[in-house]
T-cell receptor, first 113, second 111 residues
Framework: EAGVAQSPRYKIIEKRQSVAFWCNPISGHATLYWYQQILGQGPKLLIQFQNNGVVDDSQLPKDRFSAERLKGVDSTLKIQPAKLEDSAVYLC???????????FGPGTRLLVL | AQSVTQLDSQVPVFEEAPVELRCNYSSSVSVYLFWYVQYPNQGLQLLLKYLSGSTLVKGINGFEAEFNKSQTSFHLRKPSVHISDTAEYFCAVSGTYKYIFGTGTRLKVLA
């Protein structure tokens, strides 16, 4: 069974530029999560999808971050414009359903200069 | 509301010694509890989980955890650690649909 795929693995941009991350979850997993993990901290949930609907985006900075999961399968997370404090690893995870074991992708390491 | 507290940010331990990583939670509803491990430069992976039933849960790599409802704890233990156990360990709680991670405990196994 293929795992959660993420791309790119690394990205370096300058502040005020935009960036997009892509995630392809495990086939059949209804729930998809995006997390931000700042160095030395635990993952912070940015947004949770159930199929193609948003379940929780309470911690997503909506003035600059957006995410979509149009067909209930893969998902894109965008930052526009980026700030220095957005430097972090962005993790995508999927699970068969709400509250179940999450399977994580390798993450995208973002550096904003 | 739910919360997770990992009391120790770093735990150094000698190889072959036992270790316990502490996790406490609070929730107004029934919860599922998880421990995830993150090896250096790798993604998170599940160590073990408690959903229901026996309060002692066994996971991969010789780890186990005990769910204690009265103390709202889910501490992770291993009787004898190896150098390869050096990693960051995250406790997580899931109730209704929210999934919350603790801040992590960095386990450093010393030779």
């Amino acid at each position: 069974e293929a795992g959660v795929a993420q791309s790119p693995r690394y990205k370096i941009i300058e502040k005020r530029q935009s960036v997009a991350f892509w995630c392809n979850p495990i086939s059949g997993h209804a729930t998809l999560y995006w997390y931000q993990q700042i160095l030395g901290q635990g993952p912070k949930l940015l947004i949770q999808f159930q199929n193609n609907g948003v379940v929780d985006d309470s911690q997503l900075p909506k003035d600059r971050f957006s995410a979509e999961r149009l067909k209930g399968v893969d998902s894109t997370l965008k930052i526009q414009p980026a700030k220095l404090e957005d430097s972090a690893v962005y993790l995508c995870a999927s699970s068969p359903g709400r509250g179940e074991t999450q399977y994580f992708g390798p993450g995208t390491r973002l550096l904003v200069l | 509301a739910q919360s997770v507290t990992q009391l120790d940010s770093q735990v150094p331990v000698f190889e072959e010694a036992p270790v316990e990583l502490r996790c406490n939670y609070s929730s107004s509803v029934s919860v599922y509890l998880f421990w995830y491990v993150q090896y250096p430069n790798q993604g998170l992976q599940l160590l073990l989980k408690y959903l229901s039933g026996s309060t002692l849960v066994k996971g991969i790599n010789g780890f186990e955890a005990e769910f204690n409802k009265s103390q709202t704890s889910f501490h992770l233990r291993k009787p004898s650690v190896h150098i390869s156990d050096t990693a960051e360990y995250f406790c997580a709680v899931s109730g209704t649909y929210k999934y919350i991670f603790g801040t992590g405990t960095r386990l450093k196994v010393l030779a």
